[in-house]
């Protein structure tokens, strides 16, 4: 059944945050505490009042700073720059993160509500930049955040890639119902401190890490 559903497969899409590495690293809880402090400091308000605004726009809006935008005027550079300004000694160089994504047939991209600059530092903090040929960032996403995948189909069209040939994997379950709808196979990598499973029906199939996923589909290919 895994063999079967791997094996026409080449167009690989990985998000970036909590995905790509283990979010025991808490590299995100950093960003997370940036997003408060930028608010904060931009609207005047206290810490507290950010962070209710913070995760309220997240919610409607798939992205804090999608409601920023539209309600303050805030620009985007700013704080894209602002937010990600972290540090990532945590995140090491991982040669089996590197020889499993290398070992993938075909083609691979990341699609991230990050900027380009972020991600390619994570990316080189892991040693796998040069695996990429692509960073579908929110900017050349004209700023139009997941859980839409309206900037991943506009991509794929362009470029002529079968969406029946595109995996895509994502800790976010809601990031992945849109691609389903699509044709595209979703591998969610789930939080270890969530117990209990869901069954969405979008979802086709889970693990626990990046690198037991990689692991389990190059298998399917020896």
């Given at each position: 059944?895994?063999?079967?559903?791997?094996?026409?497969?080449?167009?690989?899409?990985?998000?970036?945050?909590?995905?790509?590495?283990?979010?025991?690293?808490?590299?995100?809880?950093?960003?997370?505490?940036?997003?408060?402090?930028?608010?904060?400091?931009?609207?005047?308000?206290?810490?507290?009042?950010?962070?209710?605004?913070?995760?309220?726009?997240?919610?409607?809006?798939?992205?804090?700073?999608?409601?920023?935008?539209k309600?303050?005027?805030?620009?985007?550079?700013?704080?894209?720059?602002?937010?990600?300004d972290?540090?990532?000694?945590?995140?090491?160089?991982?040669?089996n993160?590197?020889?499993?994504?290398?070992?993938?047939?075909?083609?691979?991209?990341?699609?991230?509500?990050?900027?380009?600059?972020?991600?390619?530092?994570?990316?080189?903090?892991?040693?796998?930049?040069?695996?990429?040929?692509?960073?579908?960032d929110?900017?050349?996403?004209?700023?139009?955040?997941?859980?839409?995948?309206?900037?991943?189909?506009?991509?794929?069209?362009?470029?002529?890639?079968?969406?029946?040939?595109?995996?895509?994997?994502?800790?976010?379950?809601?990031?992945?119902?849109?691609?389903?709808?699509?044709?595209?196979?979703?591998?969610?990598?789930?939080?270890?401190?969530?117990?209990?499973?869901?069954?969405?029906?979008?979802?086709?199939?889970?693990?626990?890490?990046?690198?037991?996923?990689?692991?389990?589909?190059?298998?399917?290919?020896?």
């Open positions: 059944m895994l063999k079967s559903s791997f094996e026409k497969k080449n167009f690989w899409i990985f998000d970036l945050d909590n995905t790509i590495y283990d979010p025991k690293s808490k590299i995100f809880d950093q960003i997370d505490l940036r997003m408060k402090k930028f608010i904060s400091s931009k609207l005047n308000i206290s810490e507290e009042e950010a962070f209710k605004i913070q995760k309220k726009f997240y919610k409607e809006y798939g992205t804090t700073l999608s409601g920023l935008m309600h303050y005027q805030i620009q985007p550079d700013e704080f894209l720059k602002f937010v990600h972290i540090d990532l000694s945590k995140l090491k160089k991982c040669s993160l590197f020889k499993e994504i290398n070992q993938l047939p075909g083609r691979k991209i990341i699609y991230t509500n990050g900027d380009q600059d972020y991600a390619k530092k994570v990316l080189n903090s892991l040693g796998v930049e040069s695996l990429f040929e692509y960073i579908l929110i900017t050349k996403s004209n700023f139009v955040p997941k859980p839409s995948v309206e900037p991943l189909i506009s991509y794929l069209k362009k470029n002529k890639i079968n969406t029946q040939t595109c995996v895509y994997f994502e800790d976010l379950e809601k990031n992945l119902e849109n691609a389903h709808k699509y044709g595209i196979t979703t591998v969610h990598i789930m939080d270890q401190n969530i117990k209990k499973k869901s069954s969405q029906p979008f979802i086709d199939y889970r693990f626990k890490s990046i690198l037991e996923a990689l692991n389990t589909i190059n298998k399917t290919y020896n």
